[in-house]
């Protein structure tokens, strides 16, 4: 089946949510905001991480919109997208082909993407796989080398399916299961807890992601260098959280050295991963992209 676009619902603001249907029918959800005004300007893509969702990129979708259109996708199995019985669906190697139909769909020629965790990771699959897609790559606190005790906090939380009595409660739930994430206010872990659970037909809030996809990370991690690679005659800025257990100081210096081009950001005291609406984010992609342009 060849991937066809639905125009969908139009959410808050400039917000409109796209339906991709993939090559096995299973229906795709894609965030868009802005419209086309100058093909020169590369739209930006939003990769996010393993069971997050496009919404993660709304208030950075905003602060662009005015100057290129900005797209960002929900997985399959993940928020709006569909799921399936079989987990391998849900592998990197399903999700770079999702989103080279997509790209397709949407009439993508050349993008930047923005790669958050996971996303960074299909980021260097797709520079492997068409690499004149890309015209700029962000890495958000990821490398191709992933520390392993931050691994096996991660897999922990994305196997388990807490119901949540409400929205206040899924909150405190984030809070405690990730401090070292850089949210500092109580509205911001409220706005965070809408963007990783929701209710059910019980009122009860549950993970807007299909758990047995914690099962992927129990398989043997592939050698990702020759992937990082591909990136190495792109422009590359590299988001780090100081605290990260995931994204390692080694990992970091290794990649500068393949990479001589490099760009490093880190995020002092914010673990895995930056929100990306930091102060020092901001300004170092407002640079990034203007050199794209």
Not at 52 to 77: H, I, K, N, P
Not at 240 to 256: D, F, H, K, N, Y
Request: charged share 20%.
């Amino acid at each position: 089946m060849v991937a066809s676009l639905t125009e969908g619902r139009k959410r808050d603001g400039s917000e409109r949510v796209l339906s991709v249907t993939a090559w096995d029918g299973l229906p795709l959800s894609v965030r868009a905001w802005g419209r086309p005004r100058d093909c020169d300007v590369m739209p930006l893509f939003c990769l996010p991480g393993l069971v997050r969702t496009g919404g993660d990129f709304a208030r950075l979708a905003e602060r662009f919109a005015s100057q290129r259109r900005v797209f960002a996708v929900d997985y399959a199995g993940r928020g709006q997208s569909g799921r399936s019985p079989d987990v391998r669906r849900y592998a990197a190697e399903a999700c770079i082909q999702d989103v080279l139909d997509i790209t397709c769909a949407l009439n993508l020629e050349r993008v930047v993407v923005i790669g958050a965790s996971f996303g960074g990771l299909l980021a260097m699959g797709l520079a492997a796989a068409r690499p004149a897609l890309l015209g700029g790559v962000v890495l958000n606190d990821i490398g191709p080398e992933i520390g392993q005790a931050g691994t096996a906090a991660i897999q922990s939380f994305l196997a388990e399916s807490p119901e949540l009595q409400n929205l206040e409660a899924a909150a405190c739930h984030l809070r405690k299961r990730l401090p070292h994430l850089g949210i500092t206010s109580d509205d911001g872990w409220r706005e965070f807890a809408r963007l990783t659970y929701t209710p059910d037909g019980n009122g009860r809030w549950q993970p807007m992601w299909d758990v047995k996809i914690a099962r992927l990370m129990a398989a043997p991690v592939p050698d990702l260098w020759p992937f990082f690679g591909a990136l190495v005659h792109l422009p590359v800025l590299l988001v780090r959280g100081g605290s990260s257990e995931i994204l390692l100081p080694a990992t970091v210096a290794r990649m500068q050295e393949m990479h001589v081009g490099l760009r490093v950001v880190e995020v002092p005291g914010v673990g895995h991963a930056p929100t990306l609406a930091e102060p020092l984010v901001l300004s170092a992609l407002d640079g990034f992209l203007s050199a794209r342009d």
